[in-house]
């Protein structure tokens, strides 16, 4: 099984062949996993504002999304996980759309696998991945969202993280091939696994803090606090699985 980190979504490559791993830890896939443990029975992601805008307002659905970091004018909600921590979704589908993870998704929504990813639900999310590309005979490909088009500190952080849990959770059981990508954030999350104290050396933490989003920052940086494991589907297989994840047409 290869395993392969791509820095930027740009980079991803041929993903037909993938099982692709999209982070967006601060804070998209963090609150796609967030909305799911507070019972939201399904979450739309979408690339464009005004599309998310039509889709959820036509339909009755939770709007969220950030621009800027801040939440969009008229939302209903911003991009904030420790916010939706503290409500009910139960019954109510939520949209989404961010400045970064979600066009993520939507850039490799065509690989046959995507599961957006972070740190709140590493464990769940890496035993998914690697039981799926070890069933399909795939790679798992880890892409980072980035930041306004560039590289960001945190994602690869938490790249770094998933590759060290594969490699633990396969053993010697299942042998792994690491793309150089792979070895880079490996070794930087190695050489420091505290999340928070990597990520407030990069800007994109520091801006959030300095935004109001201090609380997000922390809460994005708990690792296994979550169990969900959100897969990206079509409408015709979304009641099959336990945490759908959809693009808005």
Same mark, same amino acid.
């Given at each position: 099984m290869r395993i392969s980190v791509s820095l930027m979504p740009q980079l991803s490559g041929d993903t037909s062949n993938s099982v692709c791993l999209v982070i967006d830890v601060l804070r998209a896939t963090t609150c796609i996993a967030t909305l799911f443990s507070r019972k939201c029975p399904r979450v739309y992601v979408s690339p464009s504002y005004e599309g998310?805008?039509?889709?959820?307002?036509?339909?009755?659905?939770? *709007?969220? =999304?950030?621009? =800027? =970091?801040?939440?969009?004018?008229?939302?209903?909600?911003?991009?904030s996980p420790s916010e939706f921590e503290k409500l009910d979704f139960s019954g109510r589908p939520a949209v989404i759309c961010t400045?970064?993870?979600?066009?993520?998704?939507?850039?490799?929504?065509?690989?046959?696998?995507? *599961?957006?990813?972070?740190a709140v639900n590493c464990g769940a999310v890496t035993e998914a991945a690697v039981r799926i590309a070890a069933e399909s005979d795939r790679e798992i490909n880890i892409v980072c969202s980035g930041t306004d088009h560039e590289f960001t500190l945190e994602d690869a952080v938490v790249a770094g993280m998933y590759v060290e849990r594969i490699a633990s959770m396969t053993g010697s059981n299942l042998p792994l091939e690491f793309a150089d990508s792979a070895i880079l954030v490996r070794r930087i999350f190695q050489k420091d696994p505290s999340l928070l104290r990597?990520?407030?050396?990069?800007?994109?933490?520091?801006? *959030?803090?300095d935004l109001g989003f201090g609380e997000d920052v922390a809460y994005s940086a708990q690792i296994d606090s979550l169990q969900c494991v959100p897969i990206l589907v079509t409408e015709r297989d979304a009641d099959k699985v336990d945490s759908p994840v959809l693009i808005v047409p």
């Open positions: 998310a805008r039509t889709f959820a307002r036509q339909r009755g659905y939770a *709007l969220c =999304g950030e621009v =800027g =970091g801040v939440r969009v004018e008229g939302f209903d909600f911003g991009n400045t970064n993870g979600t066009r993520a998704i939507t850039t490799v929504s065509q690989a046959p696998y995507v *599961l957006p990813a972070a990597n990520w407030m050396e990069g800007f994109h933490a520091r801006r *959030l803090c």
